[in-house]
């Protein structure tokens, strides 16, 4: 009996996927291991109503401050809030806040760092203005922000969005001057070919994959920042559940309930450490200098 060729390249498709699986895993494990982690709170995020929780804000002041338990997973708060479920609902808040500034900040700066790689004039004043925004801790940026605003969600992501934008505007302000006086480029500009275009077609996606490293690494920032405002009751409102809010309210019932600040307390560093996990893995592939060595 004889073998087709289609079907003896059917049935070998699925071993060279998996074996191609197998390389990129083996190449990039950090990779794999921060996007696993991320993944995973993601989703956890997404299907939070359907994975036992109750309404994270429902008071039970006869439960309050129960250990962990077959009922209460994480035990309760001072005021009988199951803490499982404002666990769960509380990686809504830091995933949108870490995403949301990554992404504000990627735009802006991006924007910034390529008007200023290539104009003398606006690099002269801008860069100025983003080094003295450097200067001050990102904490610090960020709470002066909220004590001018009202606490909100959106606030706190446009007060850490300030302090994270300089960082990108730096970051692609020098591959830019780094690649303006290459061959490519001064071929595009001798052809004729106008400034944005040139910024367009030639500059913006060598910028591309160092803004993808430098993302991640913001996204976790700004997750830890959030965390840190909420703390200092400087960032969401206590009515929203969120990682910092809930370590904050435990705090002063640390040696006698610190669940309440474990459980959060764990989440965040499980999300930080795998976004880190994946920038980290992101620069080696990126690299080719790196991706060479390895």
Known sequence: MTVAPADLALATAPSERRRR?????????????GGLGLGLMALIAILAPYLGTTDPQALSPIQRLRWPSAT??????????????????GARVSLTV??????????????????????????AVLMRVMDGLMSIPAVL???????????????????ITVAEVP???????????????????????AGGTSLPRILWRHIMPNTLPPLLVQGTYTAASAMLIEAILSFLGAGTPPNIPSWGNIM???????????????FPGGFLSVTVLAMNLLGDGLRDALDPRLSRRM
């Open 141 to 159: 940026i960020a709470i002066a922000l909220m004590a001018l605003t009202r606490a909100s969600l959106e606030n706190v992501v446009f007060a």
């Open 248 to 262: 904050a309210e435990g705090r002063s019932l640390f040696q006698v309930a610190y669940y309440i600040v474990l």
């Open 98 to 123: 870490g995403l949301s500034v990554a992404l504000l900040s990627i735009t802006f700066g991006l924007s910034l760092g390529l008007v200023t790689g290539f104009n003398r004039w606006a690099d």
């Open 167 to 189: 960082r990108v505007t730096r970051l692609v302000r020098g591959v830019v001057l780094t690649l303006r006086d290459l061959p490519f480029v001064e071929a595009a500009v």
């Open 72 to 89: 209460h997973w994480f035990g309760t708060d001072m005021l009988g809030r199951d803490v499982y479920s404002r666990t769960i609902y």
């Open 21 to 33: 699986i197998r390389d990129y895993v083996r190449r990039h494990p950090t990779i794999v291991m």
